[in-house]
């Protein structure tokens, strides 16, 4: 068995085999290599894996030493600051997969970071969550997250971590009391908080771009198919009703969460189901708008080929199973895809730079859904549907190339300081540290 088609576990035992917490990839100079001559495995899979590895600064592993879980930090491209995107509390059947969806989702960050014009590198967190973690206990959840707090100050801040999947405000609160490089933390420690609504409303701000720009004037009298109704989904089934949609059919995994959006909206034209993990009636539903927001590798050829939509425009991270793939298979369809990383950016914008200060509407985020700016959510949405069909490319093309050049302006002040951390991290042999263990008062 290969460490990659191993478990996160079995990654952990080699790891104490080798007696260290700490381990890394990084890539210096076109070349990626590993902390440990012994790890030249993990470099070698990390780098091989041409779908979602691209040239990341650093990928940065510690087992934390209460709970004795996997902790990741995954750093993709830090010319525009430092690498920023939530953290993830996930259960992985096999390393491959943690890898892979950390190192995919830190490009999709950056992309995010970069197209909404903040000066944010892209980078993504990972806790790998095992079957003894006692995730429902709020002692494990608070021993867990103040050591990933510890683990991301051992990094010098070129990741700076915020909430994602499996994580929640509370956890972001433990972050903080470890370290100051997380974001989203609660109002009342001077935070921006959940950043979900913001997300809800964006993604609707993205849906009115797109339609607009498709000649179907705006949201009034569409009919929306909705995969997921948590805590992105829910508040935007209020925000599509106050557009003036005709209606919403949505499905959920989880019965709470189904009741709360059918007792909220009860005598709206809002139907919420029921539906187990494979179930795929929800592409199957008839609609102008199929919003994925549930997880993320729900598009793939199989479902694609079932939706009965126009467009497609949700919350979710990731929702093509194969971007290089499915943006064309839903182009062929007449289907017009909204770049999730586009459609969802609001979330990071919420909380990106909250150490700033805030405001009350504060117009460094109220102007992300104000027509009369450029890089509005809704003109972005424009310009990338623009480009794609005047290049003759995908919407997923035309977003990537927009991202990606802007991605590759320098930070005005800081320029590619990030990278110079990594290089200090690996000069200074961060692998053979340990975190800083909090400081108490003798
Ligand atoms: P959430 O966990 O609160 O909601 C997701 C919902 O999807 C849950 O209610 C879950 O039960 C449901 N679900 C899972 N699998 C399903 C399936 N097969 N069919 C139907 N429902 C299913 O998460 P969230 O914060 O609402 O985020 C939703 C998505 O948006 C995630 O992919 C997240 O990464 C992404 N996102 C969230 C934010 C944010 O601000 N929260 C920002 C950007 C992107």
Redesign the pocket.
Known sequence: MTLLSGTPADLITRLRALDTRRAYVVTENGQTRASHPELAELAVAIAENTRDYRAHEGVFLEIGNETGALLGAFVHKTVRGQAAG?V?YWRYDRLEHYLSDGLRLAVGMGRKNAAAGLWWGGGKGVIARADDHAADDPKFRRALFREYGRFLSGLNGCYVSA????AGPFDMAEIFTTTRYITCVPPAVGGSG???F??ARGVVAAMQGATAELGMTDLRGKRIVM????????PMVGELLDAGVESVVA????AG?VNNVMNAYAGRSVTARV?D???MS?YEEKGDIFVP????G?LNPDTIARLKVSIVC????NQLLDDQRDDRLLAERGITYVP?FIA?????V?CANEQYGRLPNDPAIERHFDAEWDNSVANVVRRVLRSAKADGITTSQAANRLADELAEQPHPIWGHRAQAIISSLVANHWEKGESDPYPTQT
Do not use: C, H, K, Y
């Open positions: 939530g993830r909430e994602d999947a499996g959940n950043p979900s913001a997300t995969q997921g109704i948590g805590n992105v989904g829910g499905t959920d995994i989880d969460r539906v993990g494979g179930d929800i927001n549930a997880l993320g729900g949700g919350a979710a991270n999730d969802n950016r609001m979330g990071i919420n």
